[in-house]
């Protein structure tokens, strides 16, 4: 799709997304669990408290770093999830341009559309691109990594292997469930590109 196409459609998409999100962003207090997260981000040695806690660490260093920037106003420290939910429809958005690549052409354009606006008015997405948690990262970082392992297997350079390690390795360090995307990569590309080999092999040999 042209880039102005893209533009045309995923900015209103994006825009949805963000009013779902922000819309009512401090219309409650912050819960146990929002409160949890703050409390440890606010430690001055919040290092111990990440240690004792079940999650791993890097939601807590980003969430801390964004408090340094915007402040730790009820506002600021749902915005950081809000942003996050945001991003990850433009990534949803490339995820399916990249499994769309050589349908028809009157087939290409319609997925990538679909998957974001589906995505951006997800009540579970708004629900938690609304809390003080490290779920809408965890969904971010996760995307990413099957972007960037997309884009790896089709063109396999170490550049693209790089970004693809980093946004999974980014993955298991938010959320450990994260660690389910890798594995299912891993498989993926057992089974497909084990494939692909064999067949360009037998071809070689034709």
């Known amino acids: 799709m042209p880039k102005r196409s893209t533009l045309f459609y995923l900015v209103p998409i994006l825009l949805l997304a963000a009013a779902a999100r ?3 962003l401090t219309q409650q207090s912050l819960w146990f669990d929002e409160g949890f997260a703050y409390s440890i981000v606010s430690s001055p040695d919040m ?3 990440i240690a004792a ?5 890097l939601y807590y260093v980003l969430l801390r770093l964004w408090i340094a920037f915007a402040g730790d106003s009820v506002l600021a420290l749902r915005l950081f999830s809000a942003l996050a939910g945001i991003l990850t429809v433009a990534v949803v958005y490339r995820i399916a341009g990249e499994l769309e690549r050589g349908q028809a052409r009157m087939a290409q354009g319609r997925a990538p559309i679909f998957a974001a606006l589906l995505l951006a008015l997800a009540d579970s997405e708004m629900v938690l691109g609304q809390e003080t948690r490290m779920y809408t990262w965890h969904l971010l970082f996760a995307c990413l990594s099957v972007w960037s392992y997309l884009r790896w297997v089709r063109q396999p350079i170490p550049a693209r292997a790089a970004w693809w390690i980093g946004f999974t390795a980014a993955l298991v360090h938010t959320y450990y469930l994260g660690l389910y995307m ?3 990569e891993g498989l993926h590309a057992l089974i497909f590109l084990r494939c692909l080999l064999y ?3 037998a071809a070689d040999d034709l």
């Open 53 to 57: 806690d079940t999650h791993p660490p």
């Open 199 to 201: 067949t360009s092999d």
């Open 22 to 24: 922000i819309v009512h």
């Open 47 to 49: 290092f111990p408290l």
């Open 182 to 184: 890798p594995l299912i």
